[in-house]
Antibody, heavy 118, light 111 residues
Framework: QVQLVQSGAEVKKPGASVKVSCKASGYTFTSYGISWVRQAPGQGLEWMGW????????NYAQKLQGRVTMTTDTSTSTAYMELRSLRSDDTAVYYC???????????WGQGTLVTVSS | QSALTQPPSASGSPGQSVTISCTGTSSDVGGYNYVSWYQQHPGKAPKLMIY???KRPSGVPDRFSGSKSGNTASLTVSGLQAEDEADYYC???????????FGGGTKLTVL
C-alpha cells in the first residue's frame, strides 16, 4: 500500500534551518511528483511547492522563493524539504503529499510539526 | 486572507444534503478544471475527496460530489453522516508558476 512517512518533530530557533524528509513506499517513486503543504496552528492549508521525482524540476510558492529547497533521492525514494531563515510564523505542521493531477494529492504523510521559538 | 473564499461554517442534519462553495477568480477556479476538495478531521492529514472539479478517488463515497460554474466551485455532501463532520478545504491550480491556492476552510457540523 502507498505510504509516505515523514521525519519527526523539530524545534528550531529563529534564523535556523530545518530539513524534513518524506519516505515513499508502495509505488514507483519516480512516476509521481511530491508537493509540500503546511498548516499553522489553527489555520488553513498553504501550498509550499512541488518537485518532480522523475527529473527534479521544482515549482515554489512565490512567498517562499529563496528560503525553500525541495530535493529527492531516488535511490531511497525519499523527498526532502529544507526551509531556511526560520521565523516564528513558520511554526506549522508540514505535510508531503503525492501529486496525481495538476496539484491534486491522493496520499499524504502523517505531518511533521516544526516549532520555531527562541 | 486566503485566495479562495469559502464560508467558515456549514451544517446539516443526518440524511440531509449540504453544499459548500469555493469562490475564486478567472485566474484560478474559473480558468482551469483543476479544483480539488479535501476533508480534514482534527489532528489528521487532509484526505482527497474530489479532484478535477468532479472526479472521486477510489474509496470516496458517491455521497460526495463536486461541480463548478464560472469562478465558483461547489462540494455537495448528500445523506449526511456523523463521520462527515470535519473541515473541508478547496484548492485550485492557479497557473502562474504552476502554483496552487487554497480556500480558508469550512467547518461542517452534523447536527
Amino acid at each position: 500500500q502507498v505510504q509516505l512517512v515523514q521525519s519527526g518533530a523539530e524545534v528550531k530557533k529563529p534564523g535556523a534551518s530545518v530539513k524534513v524528509s518524506c519516505k515513499a513506499s508502495g509505488y514507483t517513486f519516480t512516476s509521481y511528483g511530491i508537493s509540500w503543504v503546511r498548516q499553522a496552528p489553527g489555520q488553513g492549508l498553504e501550498w509550499m511547492g512541488w518537485i518532480s521525482a522523475y527529473n527534479g524540476n521544482t515549482n515554489y510558492a512565490q512567498k517562499l522563493q529563496g528560503r525553500v529547497t525541495m530535493t529527492t533521492d531516488t535511490s531511497t525514494s525519499t523527498a526532502y524539504m529544507e526551509l531556511r531563515s526560520l521565523r516564528s510564523d513558520d511554526t506549522a505542521v508540514y505535510y508531503c503529499a503525492r501529486d496525481i493531477a495538476a496539484r491534486a494529492w491522493d496520499y499524504w504523510g502523517q505531518g511533521t510539526l516544526v516549532t520555531v521559538s527562541s | 486572507q486566503s485566495a479562495l473564499t469559502q464560508p467558515p461554517s456549514a451544517s446539516g442534519s443526518p440524511g440531509q444534503s449540504v453544499t459548500i462553495s469555493c469562490t475564486g477568480t478567472s485566474s484560478d477556479v474559473g480558468g482551469y478544471n483543476y479544483v480539488s476538495w479535501y476533508q480534514q478531521h482534527p489532528g489528521k492529514a487532509p484526505k482527497l475527496m474530489i479532484y478535477e472539479v468532479s472526479k472521486r478517488p477510489s474509496g470516496v463515497p458517491d455521497r460526495f460530489s463536486g461541480s463548478k460554474s464560472g469562478n465558483t466551485a461547489s462540494l455537495t455532501v448528500s445523506g449526511l453522516q456523523a463521520e462527515d463532520e470535519a473541515d473541508y478545504y478547496c484548492s485550485s491550480y492557479a497557473g502562474s508558476n504552476k502554483s496552487v491556492v487554497f480556500g480558508g476552510g469550512t467547518k461542517l457540523t452534523v447536527l
